[in-house]
């Protein structure tokens, strides 16, 4: 059985699986999108990021290092033919009837296409909320140019010196305007630049952070999804906190917190348990690595677990025996900068304005405690290699306003080089109050028996 035959069968015996969300969800979504799209003067959106794809349309696989593209057009549109083979690429046309099925494309969404690797053709047709689906030889992935230049083709915008000339929503004879993510994670070069080449009539616009625009503001049933997700970190990191001693090694603690986020509902992670110990806890983004806690030593841990792809982390630092004067110091500037940033994280005020506040509260160990100069990150829907959504940062500079429901993991973390560092965090929801933390972080530093 081939994949085109696999991707039918599939498509006949099981159908579009239940999707996280409600079909009103991701039609909001993909309208906020097109009209985005309109706003920009562009006819078509190549979507490459995993978390991007999954957002728009529910697509789901733990294999997200291969080429995938969704292609969203701005308004109906023609329909899709076959696709053909592309030029050397492995047409699948996907089932018709089940892409009438997965989407309606007539209530401002626009058209949704969706490439992926022959491979992938399973997770493709069970999982993603689309009109069609393509599938390229994963083996030649060169052949994905081709097949997504049919597409493109096939929807009528070919470009001027294509077959679909004239139809573009840019005006009769006016070149498509297609826009790209060049400064996402997943946008191979040899695919955008062999789409140019091919494509002459085509113009590829940077469509930077479009996508980013529309998710950086979470919907309460994306909330929703976020709270699971902080109740199965809590879980972990409590596992974990537990068994810290003398003599209990960092891998013990890691697989115990990873073991109870599993248990209790958790998926295969974005970014896996990170557990440091000691002076080891001063180097930023070291993991786990069989080292023993020793007596009195500081023990940081950061768990996120992902739950539909959604992740609230979590950091708490624990000493295994009695807290220094100095560790409790530390602790105590990084509940000061909690504070000062939740009292900021309402609508209408800076992130700019917020890390300034952080930034006094800070100053009292600045000059002897490295912080990496981000105080909080959006998170959200997500896939390896990293919880962080990317959308936002609250940091000096930065001058958009908070929105209420944008969300922020607050990595507070400050580090003695070569002695230890203490990171205590929340994932924190903005309100027309402040900040509202969804995780459960008493940002306490305390100490463990033995």
Known sequence: MDFHTYRDALAERIGRLPLPFEDAEYARRRSAVAAAMAARGLDGLLV????????????????????????????????????????GGAGAG?????????????????????QVPSIETGPAVTTARVDDVFGYRWEEADGAVGQMQAIIR????????GPGAGVSGSGAGASPRIGTDNWGPALRSGFRDGLAAIMPGVTLVDASGLVDGVK????????????????????????????????????????SG????????????????????????SVIHCNHQRHEVAKDELVFLE???AYHRYTAPMMRSRVAGQPTDEMRRVAGVIRDIYEALI??????????????????????????AFFSGVYGYTVGIQFPPSW????????????????????????????????????????????????????????????AAG
């Open 48 to 87: 490459t990021d995993a978390a991007d794809i999954c957002y728009l349309t529910g697509y789901n696989t733990f294999e997200v290092s291969v080429h995938t593209a969704l292609f969203l057009t701005g308004g109906g549109g023609s329909d899709a033919g076959d696709g053909g083979d592309g030029d």
């Open 258 to 281: 990873s073991a109870a986020m599993l248990a209790a509902g958790g998926e295969f992670m974005s970014l896996q348990p990170i557990v440091t110990t000691g002076w080891r806890s």
């Open 303 to 305: 768990f996120g677990a």
């Open 94 to 114: 996907g089932s018709a009837d089940n892409a009438r099925a997965n989407n309606s494309a007539d209530k401002g969404e626009g058209r949704a296409i969706l």
């Open 154 to 161: 096939d929807l009528g915008l070919g470009g001027s010196s």
């Open 343 to 368: 009292e900021h994280m309402r609508p209408g005020v800076t992130m700019d304005a917020a890390a300034a506040a952080a930034d006094q509260a800070l100053a009292p160990v600045a000059d002897r």
């Open 216 to 255: 950086i503001v979470k919907s309460e049933a994306e909330i929703a999804m976020l709270r699971q997700s902080a109740r199965i970190t809590e879980a972990g990191i409590a596992a974990a906190e537990a068994l810290i001693a003398p003599g209990v090694g960092d891998q013990q603690l890691a697989a």
């Open 388 to 447: 962080v959504e990317g959308s936002g940062f609250i940091a000096r500079g930065v001058e958009r306003e908070f929105i209420e429901n944008m969300v922020f993991h607050l990595p507070l973390m400050l580090r003695i080089p070569g002695v230890w560092g203490i990171g205590m965090s929340n994932t924190v929801r903005v309100t027309a109050d402040g900040g509202e933390a969804i995780t459960n972080n008493d940002l306490a530093l305390a100490g």
